[in-house]
């Protein structure tokens, strides 16, 4: 259902001006990098109380997806019923504080679980904050902004991969805290943190709350409010005036929200409730587009997470001499194991493969509201798919490395073009719902590509890697089943 603005004079370009928001972005999504550079990185170097390192290192994945996936879902649903700024606040403490208290874990177990609660955190903040920042861009420059913002990514990769790089080989950062041998790859752990709990006050103490969002509650004068809001920052020093003559919200969606607000129901209900957005996006019209969705976010995590995860161990091979599907680890013995000293060439290669992702961005940010996503994404995924067939033949480290930048920095685009078309494609009231659930997907397609490259990489890694080929192919073909939404109002 829309949503008009009766607005007199100029004051229309004025209120569809993007609210500075450029501040928190790196904040934003900082923090799920961390969470990523840490598996990648820890899991070579703290596993001294393990058997395994490459099973501990898919326990450690496994867990912190499995809370990303269902945070994705409740922190979306909340974010449709509740607002976004409040909801962003609260997922993005919830990661920051147990992701800090993580670092304190004397068991594994317990760090597991530290880490699944703070997965449940940033679970829901990546799906929201698309939401909340599309709903304050123009309908021309939409898709480069949200681009923009995905770009963040990178940013927060690199940031990630260059800060392990700095404190996860010092030595000296070593102290007993108690019974707690504290070394420094916890307090890269406590810094990964920071990201989270610093956004989340920003977003507390500075950010409004989605004027579409309010609109779509019924809630029109603290929609007004912002509007004023952002027309004073955009237009700081300057003596124009904004004059809105209302604001039309149709009476029913009031009446609604009136009556949710006071009924009281049963934990059942609640639960039927909460899923009742599923539903919706597999009815009418929105059933087709939900259902490629589905697809091609189990495509691209099941590729891009398995894969990426377990580059380090496919570099180490071919370091090691011959093809990355030739050799087979060598398993460590118990004795003696330790986790210094660190190799630091893992953080260099993260650094680069992160910082091969700025072609793709760029590309994405000048050519998204040109070309359109559904265009980018179908052609990424096929290249995707090219660079991944290609691994297999690869038989130095730095042959490795190169395809690993080149997938990196071709899958790049289709993240951008997804997290476009996500907000696009569905109304206000399940847009972050419906973006947490296809990111509950993509947690569950990444837990399995993790599975299988950890159990298949010993034996046969032609299999996982060629399975990762097939399935970007088939989300790229699926993608052209996609509506167009390039430069469409939000409704």
């Avoid at 409010?225 to 919200?249: D, E, P, Q, W, Y």
């Avoid at 930048?405 to 997290?419: E, I, P, Q, R, Y």
Wanted: net charge positive; hydrophobic share 45%.
């Amino acid at each position: 259902m829309s949503r008009h603005i009766h607005i007199v004079a100029s004051g229309d370009d004025a209120a569809r001006v993007p609210l500075l928001t450029s501040h928190l972005e790196l904040a934003s999504l900082d923090s799920d990098e961390g969470e990523v550079i840490f598996e990648r990185s820890i899991g070579d170097n703290a596993n001294d109380v393990q058997r395994s390192t490459q099973r501990k290192r898919t326990y450690e994945e496994a867990v912190e997806d499995a809370g990303m996936m269902i945070g994705g879902y409740m922190w979306g649903y909340l974010a449709d019923q509740r607002g976004r700024q409040k909801v962003l606040v609260m997922s993005l403490t919830v990661n920051g504080v147990f992701g800090a208290l993580a670092s304190f874990a004397p068991r594994f177990w317990l760090f597991l679980l530290l880490r699944f609660i703070s997965g449940v955190g940033v679970g829901g903040s990546i799906p929201v904050i698309f939401s909340y920042f599309s709903e304050f861009q123009p309908r021309l420059k939409r898709g480069a902004m949200i681009s923009a913002l995905a770009t963040f990514w990178m940013a927060g990769n690199i940031l990630a991969a260059g800060l392990a790089w700095l404190v996860i080989p010092r030595t000296w950062v070593r102290f007993s805290l108690g019974g707690l041998d504290f070394q420094s790859w916890r307090l890269f752990v406590v810094l990964c943190s920071v990201p989270s709990l610093t956004s989340a006050l920003i977003f507390s103490l500075a950010m409004p709350e989605s004027p579409r969002f309010l609109m779509e509650a019924g809630r029109e004068t603290e929609a007004l409010h912002v509007f004023c809001r952002m027309f004073a920052i955009n237009h700081r020093g300057s003596l124009k005036t904004f004059s809105i003559c209302g604001l039309h919200i149709p009476s029913e969606k009031k009446e609604r929200e009136t009556r949710r607000g006071g009924t009281h129901t049963r934990c059942f209900v609640n639960l039927k409730q909460g899923l009742a957005p599923i539903r919706q996006l597999f009815v009418g019209e929105l059933a087709s587009r939900s259902v490629c969705l589905v697809v091609i976010f189990y495509c691209i995590s099941f590729g891009y997470y398995g894969l990426w995860m377990w580059f380090p161990e496919l570099f180490k091979r071919a370091e090691d001499g011959g093809s990355p599907c030739a050799n087979v680890s060598r398993l460590q013995s118990d004795d003696n194991q330790s986790c210094y000293p660190v190799k630091t060439a893992v953080y260099i290669e993260g650094f680069v493969t992160a910082a091969s992702n700025l072609p793709g961005n760029i590309f994405t940010i000048l050519l998204m509201d040109v070309i359109g996503g559904k265009a980018l994404l179908c052609c990424s995924l096929l290249l995707s798919s090219v660079s991944v067939f290609l691994i297999y033949e690869v038989k130095t480290k730095a042959q490795s490395l190169l395809i690993s930048c080149v997938f990196s920095g071709v899958s790049v685009v289709a993240w951008n073009s997804l997290d476009v078309l996500g907000t696009e494609l569905y109304p206000t009231q399940l847009r972050s719902s419906a973006l947490g659930f296809f990111t509950g997907i993509g947690r569950v397609a990444a837990i399995m590509g993790n599975i299988v490259f950890g159990q298949l990489v010993d034996t046969n890694c032609v299999i996982p890697v060629l399975l990762v080929s097939a399935l970007l192919l088939t989300g790229g073909i699926t993608a052209l089943r996609l509506p167009r939404t390039k430069q469409a109002e939000l409704t």
